[in-house]
């Protein structure tokens, strides 16, 4: 079974600090995919990153980084210079290449950033 | 315009209830999925579907009925509401490739009373 954890259920920071969010998963799938979606305070669900398991290339686009490291399962998704904006709930997720896994998403119970000017 | 949508917005039913939650997409996405979102638990799984009449259990799939005769269409029906029931629901669907994301519809807020 595939499993999510984001051990952080809340964080609260001040505008322009740094914030890292932990993502751990388990998987017995070889090849399998991770997301991370925002959920702003609107509530629609919105797709941020995927990356492959067989690539390990950690990610920057814009104030966003991203941390795959394979040796620990884990897939950390940083803030750099948060804002007020940011202030959402991320989740992260797996999903399986093949079998049963195959395409469904399993998710984090997700984590509350609040960013405060 | 291209994309999920999911109707209603917002429902409120009363116990013992059967209640349908619409779901329609206009991507011709081979998979869709139907979650629910509820604090402290994220996203669970309910139901999803690989193609049209092709249907499958996820994680909390009691008391959920699907169906999906065409591929555009996936609607969630409570046959009997309860009140553990009552959550907000997210419809989804991807393409067929291993590493699409799932796009979302904006949800359903259903409260059981």
């Known amino acids: 079974a595939q499993k999510v954890t984001q051990a952080q259920t809340e964080i609260s920071v001040v505008e322009k600090e740094d914030v890292t969010l932990d993502c751990v998963y388990e998987?017995?799938?070889?090849?399998?995919?991770l997301f991370w979606y925002k959920q702003p305070p609107s509530g629609e669900l919105v797709f941020l990153i995927r990356?492959?398991?067989?690539?390990?290339q950690n990610e920057i686009s814009g104030r966003y980084s991203w941390n795959f490291q394979k040796s620990t399962s884990s897939f950390n998704f940083t803030i750099t210079a948060s804002q007020v904006v940011d202030s959402a709930v991320y989740f992260c997720a797996l999903s399986g290449a093949g079998g049963t896994s195959y395409g469904k998403l399993t998710f984090g119970q997700g984590t509350i950033l609040t960013v405060h000017p | 315009d291209a994309g999920i949508t999911q109707s209603p917005r917002y429902k409120i039913t009363e116990t013992g209830r059967q209640v349908t939650l619409m779901c329609h997409q206009t991507?011709?996405?081979?998979?869709m999925f139907w979650y629910r979102q509820d604090l402290g638990h994220g996203l669970r799984l309910i139901y999803y579907s690989a193609a049209a009449d092709i249907t499958d259990k996820g994680e909390v799939p009691d008391g959920y009925v699907v169906s999906r005769s065409k591929t555009e269409n996936f609607p969630l029906t409570l046959e009997s509401a309860t009140r553990s029931q009552t959550s907000v629901y997210f419809c989804?669907?991807?393409?067929?490739?291993?590493?699409?994301?799932?796009?979302f519809g904006n949800g359903t807020r259903l409260t059981v009373t």
């Open positions: 998987t017995r799938d070889t090849t399998y995919y």
């Open positions: 990356r492959n398991s067989f690539d390990e």
């Open positions: 989804a669907s991807r393409g067929t490739g291993g590493n699409s994301p799932l796009h």
């Open positions: 991507w011709s996405h081979s998979y």
